[in-house]
């Protein structure tokens, strides 16, 4: 079954503005992880983080994560038109790194 | 140097037929999977092995066979091709332990179309 949903379902913004994507979730976790696909493309890991983590950065990027409310968001600083791609949460509920996939996130930057 | 690779990237098949797609991992991971991408991106896993041992089985008609000859080789074969089978087939692979969580590498995908 489908654990994470991504919103907005479709993002379009300008270069050097930011992109905010959320993800939310309905069980517990143990670590949550963003990926990248470009069009055409396989999938690229871009950051995890662990259940007992709110926040990690990866030069632009930044994750954040709230237990709580089941729920991550992905902050993408100074888009690129590079980073035109679909954006991918993917929750862990622990042991043999069973990834359940969100609906992901088209991310479009226009230059 | 392609870190997870398979083969073929596009395959069209008629419905009945029965096929393989091959996958290689050159980064010395113990772990390896397979995932389907349909239509809407949507991705669901469908089968993992930890060295050789099958770990996790999803819901998959049993049509859908997978094997691993050993740690860096994956491979899926599908019998009896239906329209739905229909997707991108993605191959991953993985470090695996108790103590620690880790990203998984995908292969650039098979395209299948069943017709």
């Known amino acids: 079954s489908q654990q994470g949903e991504e919103d907005p379902q479709a993002l379009s913004i300008q270069e050097g503005e930011n992109a905010t994507m959320n993800c939310s979730y309905k069980?517990?976790?143990?670590?949550l992880q963003w990926y990248r696909q470009n069009s055409g493309r396989g999938l690229v890991h871009l950051i995890l983080?662990?259940?007992?983590?709110r926040e990690k950065h990866s030069g632009r990027l930044r994750v954040t994560l709230d237990t709580s409310k089941k729920s991550s968001s992905l902050l993408i600083t100074a888009s690129r038109a590079a980073d035109t791609a679909s954006y991918f949460c993917?929750?862990?509920?622990?042991?043999?790194?069973?990834?359940?996939f969100g609906a992901g996130t088209r991310l479009a930057v226009h230059p | 140097d392609t870190a997870v690779s398979q083969t073929p990237k596009y395959l069209v098949t008629q419905m009945g037929n029965d096929k393989s797609i091959k996958c290689e991992q050159n980064?010395?991971?113990?772990?390896m999977y397979w995932y389907k991408q349909d239509s809407k991106k949507f991705l669901k896993i469908m089968f993992s092995?930890?060295?050789?041992?099958?770990?996790i089985n999803e819901t998959v008609p049993n049509r859908f066979s997978p094997k691993s000859p050993d740690k860096a080789h994956l491979n899926l074969h599908i019998n009896s091709l239906e329209l739905g089978d229909s997707a991108v087939y993605f191959c991953?692979?993985?470090?695996?332990?108790?103590?620690?969580?880790?990203?998984?590498?995908f292969g650039p995908g098979t395209r299948l179309t069943v017709t």
């Open positions: 991953a692979s993985s470090l695996r332990d108790s103590m620690r969580f880790y990203e998984q590498y």
């Open positions: 069980t517990s976790i143990n670590n």
């Open positions: 983080i662990r259940s007992n983590e």
């Open positions: 993917a929750t862990d509920r622990g042991g043999y790194n069973k990834l359940i």
């Open positions: 980064l010395g991971h113990d772990t």
């Open positions: 092995y930890n060295n050789k041992e099958l770990i």
